[in-house]
């Protein structure tokens, strides 16, 4: 199947914080208020400490794989990801202008067969069948009816990629963090930014109480600027988590991304 994205340049991620909030309004308003004025509550209350918190292992990003989340959005029936590692000509050094422009450049250069589809079992878009290039079912994916619920991947008991259901939840209303275990190792799925989620890097923990550490295996950067389309390009180790693990966690989270926009405008 021919596809034909371009790739559109994305603003670089903020700093990261040690809390991750959730909020309607833009940085530049709430820097711009009265100190008399109330305080926001998602902003002075603090989320996600334990697992933002950690510190960040040293190891510098080494990515084995790069993918294409195709845009999508409520509508969208399907969800395909495209394989881009053998056609990318650059080397990853950070999702860089450069190399977002080299990832447009492939994606206009080249014909992709969707290494993976998530097709769309009923009409509220909680219930998803996904199969890989050769048409082959790879995993059931149950989702919640709001943000703040557990969405499920259940794999065949043959399969090859995890030996257990991968349950993705946040530990607290309002989370924008996701965790997830696949074969009795943690990962979080993290937004980079406080104020938007455009950009966002998988982690994998390590280690246990003080010793606790999280180590880049995974960034994600989103096309479009926005919560009710998503989709872009993934980075992933290999040797850390399997990729395809990593592209369905990240559909989940994106899901819930837009579900927290609906909720927030409703």
């Known amino acids: 199947m021919s596809t034909t994205i371009a790739l559109q340049g994305m603003p670089e991620s903020h700093a990261n ?3 991750m909030r959730y909020r309607k309004t833009s940085k530049a308003h709430v820097e711009s208020k009265s100190s008399s004025e109330p305080g926001d509550p998602w902003l002075d209350t603090p989320h996600d400490t334990d697992s933002s918190g950690l510190p960040l292992d040293s190891r510098s990003l080494k990515p084995t794989a790069v993918y294409w989340i195709t845009p999508h959005g409520w509508l969208s029936k399907t969800v395909e990801i495209l394989d881009l590692t053998k056609d990318v000509g650059m080397a990853y050094t950070g999702m860089t202008d450069d190399y977002k422009a080299e990832i447009k450049k492939t994606m206009k250069d080249h014909s992709f067969t969707p290494v993976l589809t ?3 079992r009923n009409c509220f878009g909680l219930k998803y069948e996904i199969s890989d290039d050769q048409n082959t079912h790879i995993a059931h994916w149950s989702h919640p009816w709001s943000s703040v619920g557990e969405a499920v991947l259940t794999f065949p008991d043959d399969s090859p990629y995890s030996s257990h259901p991968i349950k993705l939840s946040n530990k607290r209303w309002g989370l924008r963090t996701e965790s997830f275990v696949c074969n ?3 990962y979080i799925w993290q937004m980079d930014s406080l ?3 455009t ?3 998988l982690y994998r923990v ?6 606790q550490k999280k ?4 960034k994600y950067a989103q096309k479009w600027w926005g919560s009710f389309v998503t989709g872009g390009t993934l980075v992933v180790d290999g040797n850390e988590i399997d990729g395809a693990i990593a592209c369905l966690t990240l559909v989940v989270v994106l899901k819930k991304k837009r579900q927290r926009a609906a909720e927030r405008y409703d």
């Not at 390590?206 to 010793?211: D, V, Y």
């Not at 180590?215 to 995974?218: A, C, I, S, T, Y």
């Open 199 to 201: 950009n966002m890097t």
């Open 118 to 120: 998530c097709h769309r």
């Open 206 to 211: 390590t280690g246990s109480g003080e010793q």
């Open 195 to 197: 104020w938007h989620s």
């Open 17 to 19: 914080d040690d809390t």
């Open 215 to 218: 180590v880049e295996v995974g």
């Open 184 to 186: 009795s190792q943690e």
